[in-house]
C-alpha cells in the first residue's frame, strides 16, 4: 500500500487530453514538492516534471502538472501513442522523514 | 547531466548480504551538487525509496529498511554504495542509484540492475 494514491490505469485515444492523479496528505504532497516520473517498459524512471510543473529540457509542453491541497494531477494533452509508460508521483514525507512514491499509473493509448 | 552506472551481483543466496556500486560520471560525488540516492521496483511493481547520502557522509534511510541498510562514499572512484543485508526473496528486485537534488527531485537515474535472492 503506497502512501501516496494513483489509478492503477488511465487511457485515451490520440490527440485526447488525460489526467493522473496523486492523492497524499499534509505530510507529504500538502506540505512538499511533488514530482512525476515517466518509465517505459525495461527502462529506468526519468524525471518528468519537478516542483510542481516545472519540465526539465527536452520534455514537452504537452505535460504539465498541478496541486490543490494534499493532492496532485499530471496532464497529458495532445496524447500520443509514443505517451504509453507508467507514471509516478513522488513527494518527500514529513512524517517517514523520507521520499515516498505513488504506486504508478499505467497510460494505454488507445 | 550526470551518468550513473550501477555494478553488483546478480544472485545472491537468502541471509546474505547484497553489495552494490554505483559509479558516477560528469560530476563528482564530493560535489555538493547532488545527494547520492538508491531507489528499488520489484519485478512488476512501483518503485521504493531506499535512501540517500550526503558528500559530507549524512544519510537518511527508508523507515521499512534502516535496520538493514547501509550506504557510503569512496570519493577515490568517484562511487558511492549501498549494503543491504538479511536478504530475503523480499529484497528480490531492480536497484537504482540516482541523483538527488537539494530539493528532493531525482534527475538522473543509472539503467538499473537486477538483483534475485535465492538459494
Known amino acids: 500500500q503506497s502512501v501516496l494514491t494513483q489509478p492503477p490505469s488511465v487511457s485515451g485515444t490520440p490527440g485526447q487530453t488525460v489526467t493522473i492523479s496523486c492523492s497524499g496528505g499534509?505530510?507529504?504532497?500538502?506540505?512538499?514538492?511533488v514530482n512525476w516520473y515517466q518509465q517505459f517498459p525495461g527502462t529506468a524512471p526519468k524525471l518528468l516534471i519537478y516542483?510542481?510543473?516545472q519540465r526539465p529540457s527536452g520534455v514537452p509542453d504537452r505535460f504539465s502538472g498541478s496541486k490543490s491541497v494534499t493532492s496532485a494531477s499530471l496532464a497529458i494533452s495532445g496524447l500520443q501513442s509514443e505517451d504509453e509508460a507508467d507514471y509516478y508521483c513522488?513527494?518527500?514525507?514529513?512524517?517517514?522523514?523520507?521520499?515516498?512514491f505513488g504506486g504508478g499509473t499505467k497510460l494505454t493509448v488507445l | 547531466q550526470v551518468q550513473l552506472q550501477e555494478s553488483g551481483p546478480g544472485l545472491v543466496k537468502p541471509s546474505e548480504t547484497l553489495s552494490l556500486t554505483c559509479t558516477v560520471s560528469g560530476d563528482s560525488v564530493t560535489s555538493g551538487s547532488f545527494y547520492w540516492s538508491w531507489i528499488r521496483q520489484p519485478p512488476g511493481k512501483g518503485l521504493e525509496y531506499i535512501g540517500y547520502l550526503s558528500y559530507s557522509g549524512s544519510t537518511n534511510y527508508n523507515p521499512s529498511l534502516r535496520s538493514r541498510v547501509a550506504m557510503s562514499i569512496d570519493a577515490s572512484k568517484n562511487q558511492f554504495s549501498l549494503r543491504l543485508s538479511s536478504l530475503t526473496a523480499a529484497d528480490t528486485a531492480i536497484y537504482y542509484c540516482?541523483?538527488?537534488?537539494?530539493?528532493?527531485?531525482?534527475?538522473?537515474w543509472g539503467q538499473g540492475t537486477l538483483v534475485t535472492v535465492s538459494s
Open positions: 540516482a541523483s538527488l537534488t537539494q530539493d528532493l527531485w531525482f534527475p538522473d
Open positions: 499534509f505530510s507529504n504532497i500538502g506540505g512538499n514538492l
Open positions: 516542483r510542481y510543473n
Open positions: 513522488a513527494s518527500w514525507d514529513d512524517t517517514l522523514r523520507g521520499e515516498v
